[in-house]
């Protein structure tokens, strides 16, 4: 079975993209963060390719902001939108659908972003990845967590820690919290996969970040130990960021049992720019 998780970052702006991609990667399973679409407009725009390429779809959307979406071609059983106690702010927000698809309990989650550290957004982030830990742990133990979780989980996962100073998705409460989700047993695959590579799943579009690898891996793909145990490749489909009319996010794809591919590399393909700069020389683009 091959999963993947992508934030599209608004599937309306991203059709001409998505599905030439679904063609070539063919997966089983997709998770989608950030839709940006009502459920009705979801439907209408999408029911009818997605059939043609015999996928069932749930999705839990928003208008303009938000939404999230599950795709299968190998069932969709037990749909949940949001999750129990996912609190709001202060209205519950399209952030969270899971389902069942051959025997695997599929997220695809949409973590908060926090915006700036110790405010309001952050403080609901926290609270969020708190009852999502605990709907988790009361839940099937066979269980994926996939998505945009807005949060590196070590400095590994930034370009440099030093630009990311005083900023959402590296703080320590943001970790501690993942890490208390990644503590009921789950295995973070991609990592697992390769432990010492120089991977990211976002570029933002300023600045040339992509061009240069200056990004950051927050999509993450969270899994029991048994279902670990099954991946044969974990990677970032940087291909999809590439070209015109990109998401600021690229897929993370999982295979589990089979490589459809073989065991191909971290990051396909992989970047051209390999970080050359002085540590610390460099902001993020909303720094400057």
Known sequence: MRLATWN??????????LLPWLDERRPDVVCLQETKLTDNAFADLLAEPLRERGYDFASNGQSQWNGVALLSRVGLGEVEHGFAGMPGFPDAEARAISATCAG??????YVPNGRVPDSDHYRYKLEWLAALRTAVADGPARVALCGDMNIAPSDADVFDPAAYAGHTHVTAPERTALAALIDLGLRDVVRD?????????????????FHKDLGMRIDLVLADSGTAGRVQAAWIDRQARKGTGPSDHAPVIVDLDEAQDGDIGPVVPPPSAAGGYRPGSRRLPQSQ
Do not use: I
């Open 8 to 17: 599209v970052n608004s599937v309306k702006q991203r059709v001409p993209r």
């Open 104 to 109: 695997l309990r599929v997220h695809s989650l």
């Open 193 to 209: 996969r390769w432990p010492d590579q120089r991977v990211f799943s976002y570029w933002d579009y300023r600045a040339g970040m």
